[in-house]
């Protein structure tokens, strides 16, 4: 299962939240987000746990608990859509001007 871990601290390294959720089970990876340019975590971060049961137990035991002074947000990850932001066309609909009567 894949697990959204929110809210991390800047100093949290991926050996950190590897130690932090093998306490629930095996992890298979774990992965902090980067900006490409700076290299700077972005505060949040992927952990994936072969067993679903073992991630549950992860979700359930570690969301809301500190780590390196910031209260986790754990949740399975959602599926990445293939096709991100643009929410379409800005609809310019006909402009009425006008058009009521004058007394």
């Known amino acids: 299962m894949n697990i959204y871990v929110g809210n991390l601290s800047y100093e949290v390294t991926e050996e ?26 972005k505060g949040f971060g992927f952990v994936e746990m072969p067993s679903k049961g073992e991630a549950q137990s992860a979700i359930d035991g570690l969301n809301g608990k500190e780590l390196q002074g910031r209260a986790l947000n754990v949740n399975e990850a959602r599926p990445r859509t293939e096709h991100r932001g643009g929410g379409g066309g800005r609809g310019r609909g006909g402009g009425g001007r006008g058009g ?3 007394f």
């Open 16 to 41: 950190d939240l590897r130690l932090a959720f093998e306490q629930f089970g095996q992890v298979e990876s774990a992965n902090i987000i980067k900006d490409k340019y700076s290299g700077q975590s």
């Open 100 to 102: 009521g009567r004058r």
